[in-house]
């Protein structure tokens, strides 16, 4: 019996650990499906087998051929079982991770898909394009021919792009409401643009009824298509992008692809203004508290308007972004003490890890408003450094985004030749030469060398008058 039973004591750990194994696999491909409860339910299940396993040994000894027997037929049933368990695990998963009407990933799992697709792409530095469909005219066929039949569209909608992307690594889901989301790692945005301009046509040519009575009098959508790029940092920045490319494709009259161009862009003076005024009244109420920070960004602001407009390589739109993120960008230091705001002398570290969170508190702050979502980049990572000592990521060179490399160069020439509360204060042409000493390093170099001329220019021989008078 000993050597029995130790050798279903090994049995029994191998098939745990096989289970749990499997069970992470199931986690990491469906985020969010573990279930610690479902694993003690094995080992309960296991452990069962094991006692029969050792009844039957009994009965082997002293029943030999009714002992086989009974082994055989509790063998099947327990196969059956466990097959049927895990069936009921893989049902469970699915209903988590699918959408119930579609039959497509849901969006839950498409942005944790998508987060983990781009980390991988971004490592090993391939592309990696993300397109967004929405039906045209979906609620004008839905008010016509009733929900029920704009329940069988989107589920024929579906099965049509499910059908599009059989044999590929395109995962398919919808999004929201009447838009779908279909990302394509190794596949760049014109390979992208190809494939979904043949679906827009096959759609087109493809009849469903009642699309005679909308518009188009036939099935199309809308699809706006953005690839990932280097200076990207995370996920939601290409679910941005790609949003901003269908609302241009609706723009431009519907049934078409677009990949996404800054320079396609609408850009409306008026809510620039408007946006403006909003992120300054917010400045003025969260930084009273803090005068030195409430000036210093006023400063910033002042200094990325002056300097962006001589950056030709900057759209329009690129210049409004860089502004408006410079005049919110210190917006978390709400959430600092005041004491350690305003101390004078050397920060203690603790002090300092605080200070260092006032760029994740900020990102928390604007990404309340939608319409603020450009100037999250700006906010949260214009303290990272070209060499990748900075934070809070740590992101190097030009895994940085442009405009936060720029708004890092503005952002330390203010606080090096302002009055602050923790450093002394350097004059220009010293800051100038802390900026060109660390070009490479802290400082995106080809930035840094053009702020430098732009003040030199610009900025120098007022300095002098005024050190004059």
């Known amino acids: 019996m000993i050597p029995y039973t130790v050798s279903l004591l090994v049995y029994f750990?191998?098939?745990?650990?096989?289970?749990?194994?499997?069970?992470?696999?199931?986690?990491?491909?469906?985020?969010?499906?573990?279930?610690l409860g479902v694993l003690l339910e094995s080992v309960i299940g296991y452990s069962?087998?094991?006692?029969?396993?050792?009844?039957?040994?009994?009965?082997?000894?002293?029943?030999?051929?009714?002992?086989?027997?009974?082994?055989?037929?509790?063998?099947?049933?327990?196969?059956?079982?466990?097959r049927r368990f895990l069936h009921l695990y893989q049902l469970v998963s699915d209903r988590a991770n699918k959408d119930h009407l579609t039959g497509l990933y849901n969006h839950g799992f498409f942005k944790e898909a998508l987060k983990e697709q781009f980390s991988d792409c971004k490592m090993l530095k391939q592309p990696l394009t993300l397109a967004f469909l929405d039906l045209d005219d979906f609620k004008k066929y839905n008010d016509r021919n009733g929900h029920l039949q704009g329940d069988r569209l989107l589920t024929f909608f579906g099965k049509m792009l499910q059908k599009a992307v059989e044999g590929t690594n395109f995962t398919v889901a919808r999004y929201g409401g009447e838009e779908f989301a279909i990302l394509m790692p190794?596949?760049?945005?014109?390979?992208?643009?190809?494939?979904?301009?043949?679906?827009?046509?096959?759609?087109?040519?493809?009849?469903?009824?009642?699309?005679?009575?909308?518009?188009?009098?036939?099935?199309?959508?809308?699809?706006?298509?953005?690839?990932?790029?280097?200076?990207?940092?995370?996920?939601?920045?290409?679910?941005?992008?790609?949003?901003?490319?269908?609302y241009y494709a609706k723009a431009q009259g519907k049934n078409n692809v677009q990949l996404y161009d800054k320079h396609n862009i609408c850009l409306d003076e008026i809510k620039f203004k408007q946006d403006l005024e909003a992120l300054e009244q917010q400045v003025k109420f969260f930084l009273s508290k803090d005068v030195y920070t409430y000036r210093h960004s006023k400063r910033v602001f002042k200094y990325a308007l002056e300097f962006g407009s001589r950056l030709d390589e900057l759209t329009d739109h690129e210049r409004q972004t860089l502004i408006l993120g410079a005049l919110i960008h210190d917006i978390g230091k709400i959430e600092v003490p005041r004491d350690i705001l305003n101390k004078r002398?050397?920060?203690?570290?603790?002090?300092?890890?605080?200070?260092?969170?006032?760029?994740?508190?900020?990102?928390?702050?604007?990404?309340?408003?939608?319409?603020?979502?450009?100037?999250?980049?700006l906010v949260e990572l214009h303290h990272e450094r070209y060499d990748g000592k900075g934070y809070p990521y740590g992101l190097k060179g030009e895994e940085i985004p442009k405009l936060a490399r720029i708004l890092c160069i503005i952002d330390s020439f203010d606080a090096m030749t302002t009055e602050r509360p923790y450093q002394p204060t350097k004059t220009f042409d010293e800051a100038l030469e802390e900026i060109e000493r660390c070009a490479g390093t802290q400082f995106d170099p080809v930035y840094a060398a053009k702020f430098i001329a732009f003040v030199r220019e610009h900025y120098l021989p007022l300095a002098e008058m005024q050190q004059l008078n």
């Open 13 to 35: 750990f191998i098939n745990i650990v096989l289970i749990f194994m499997f069970f992470i696999y199931l986690e990491r491909v469906y985020k969010g499906t573990f279930n």
């Open 48 to 82: 069962v087998t094991l006692l029969l396993s050792l009844v039957l040994a009994i009965l082997l000894d002293r029943e030999q051929y009714f002992g086989l027997f009974l082994f055989t037929v509790l063998v099947i049933i327990l196969s059956v079982t466990f």
């Open 186 to 246: 190794n596949t760049t945005k014109e390979d992208a643009y190809a494939f979904l301009n043949r679906l827009r046509k096959e759609v087109n040519d493809t009849y469903f009824e009642g699309v005679e009575h909308i518009p188009y009098r036939c099935l199309s959508f809308s699809c706006g298509i953005a690839e990932m790029e280097k200076d990207m940092y995370e996920s939601d920045e290409l679910i941005h992008r790609a949003d901003q490319a269908l």
């Open 345 to 377: 002398g050397k920060l203690e570290k603790h002090e300092w890890e605080i200070i260092k969170k006032h760029v994740t508190w900020g990102r928390e702050i604007v990404a309340a408003e939608k319409r603020f979502d450009d100037l999250l980049p």
